[in-house]
């Protein structure tokens, strides 16, 4: 599985911007897709991630600002976020996991994309 993200960039605070991560290769064995973001200093943060039954899970930190959604060939995911803060500033990661149990599992990993939000 080969994964792209895209949409990054500079916006001002209560700006909006869109990201996208499509998913190629084997995606019939891709149970789960989502975003981690890690900010400057800051460690690894799980931002969102949506199930191939479209089940959806949000940080605390982005609920009712941040939307997580997927297609219905389930290859590509899009994280809309509204209402952004400084604090959002991080390299945001698209990913995608791959369950072989309920505790084993194998995550892919696309390059990180940059979003900047300025005061």
């Known amino acids: 599985v080969q994964l792209q993200a895209s949409g990054g960039g500079l916006v001002q605070a209560g700006g909006s911007l869109r990201l996208s991560c499509v998913a190629s290769?084997?995606?019939?064995?891709?149970?789960?897709m989502g975003w981690y973001r890690q900010g400057p200093g800051n460690q690894r943060e799980l931002v969102a991630t949506?199930?191939?039954?479209?089940?959806?899970y949000y940080a605390d930190s982005v609920k009712g600002r941040f939307t997580i959604s997927g297609n219905n060939a389930k290859n590509v995911v899009a994280l809309q976020m509204n209402s952004l803060k400084p604090e959002d500033t991080a390299v945001y990661y698209c990913?995608?996991?791959?369950?072989?149990?309920?505790?084993?599992?194998?995550?892919?990993w696309g390059q990180g994309t940059q979003v900047t939000v300025s005061s």
């Open positions: 290769g084997s995606i019939f064995s891709i149970d789960l």
């Open positions: 990913y995608a996991s791959r369950y072989y149990s309920s505790t084993a599992k194998y995550d892919y």
């Open positions: 949506i199930t191939r039954g479209d089940s959806t």
